[in-house]
């Protein structure tokens, strides 16, 4: 049993342990329905973009501790989107390792968070680092399966997330910076 002050001070960690206990568990239903993609059946709720940003950045804590990324937020939405909270995280985490992982490589650099209202129906959240950037033959296969520069990775990351993305109603791109690295921007349907 631990004590009213040490539970306080863990409370937020256990928290989102437990939300990421939920989240396998959703990862683990998706694989299971990997035949029927369309029969997913998800806990959608209200969420703000900042919020969820701000929870995958404690999620990442470990792998920004350990490099010289310098971390700028830029959060001017003033409305939520309505997904499922695990799904989202799953996006935005593997946006952010992606991102820290680019910038590993160049010694560190700067993470820019942003989010915005972009139009009457939608808001957006863009990752974006001060990596090497994505290769044109890269760029323009992306989101597709297997797709991967990476030593240790499979190529299934942003072919899924695309497919969490769009099955809310949104969208995902990259984009090369003109000042250089990489942009990732989600467009998801807002909530009124």
Not at 70 to 97: G, I, M, P, W, Y
Not at 144 to 169: A, N
Request: charged share 25%; hydrophobic share 45%; glycine share 8%.
């Amino acid at each position: 049993m631990l004590d009213a002050d040490t539970a306080a001070r863990v409370a937020p960690e256990l928290k989102l342990v437990d939300e990421q206990i939920q989240r396998m568990r959703l990862i683990v239903a998706q694989l299971l329905q990997f035949a029927r993609p369309t029969e997913f059946a998800g806990y959608v709720e209200t969420l703000a973009p900042e919020q969820a940003l701000e929870d995958c950045l404690v999620l990442v804590g470990h792998l920004l501790a350990r490099t010289r990324v310098e971390l700028h937020r830029d959060f001017s939405a003033t409305r939520a989107v309505a997904v499922n909270r695990q799904e989202l995280q799953q996006v935005l985490v593997n946006l952010l390792v992606n991102a820290v992982q680019a910038m590993e490589a160049k010694g560190g650099g700067t993470l820019s968070l942003a989010t915005r209202d972009a139009d009457a129906d939608a808001v957006e959240i863009s990752v974006a680092d001060t990596g090497p950037g994505l290769a044109p033959d890269l760029l323009a296969q992306l989101f597709q399966p297997f797709v991967t520069r990476k030593r240790e990775g499979t190529g299934l990351g942003l072919w899924i997330s695309r497919g969490i993305v769009e099955r809310y109603g949104g969208d995902i791109t990259a984009a090369n910076r003109p000042e250089g690295g990489a942009r990732f921007t989600l467009r998801l349907r807002s909530e009124r």
